[in-house]
């Protein structure tokens, strides 16, 4: 990962960069990040608890406890509106 400084322009599509965290770390961080004001851009709904907040700049982030293979198991079993599997 690379911070720069520059003029930034955030994504306004779904793109973001997500990062794995324990579920302890996640709940004591997701405490911390509300008391400091930190903008949330969407509430979870897929499988495992996730935070999704903005970045000074805007840019779209989340924090995910869970992994890729629980997240593909849950969709298999409860697909969105509108999946496509490739």
Known sequence: MCLSVG?????KDY??????LS???LVELHAKLAEAG???WKRNTSEG???YLLDPD??????????LATRLAELETSPYKGLVWC
């Open 58 to 67: 805007g840019h779209r982030l989340e924090l995910h406890c869970g992994t």
């Open 38 to 40: 930190v903008e949330e």
């Open 7 to 11: 003029e930034s322009h955030p994504a």
């Open 23 to 25: 579920e302890e770390k």
């Open 49 to 51: 608890n996730s935070i």
């Open 15 to 20: 793109t973001h960069v997500a990062f794995s």
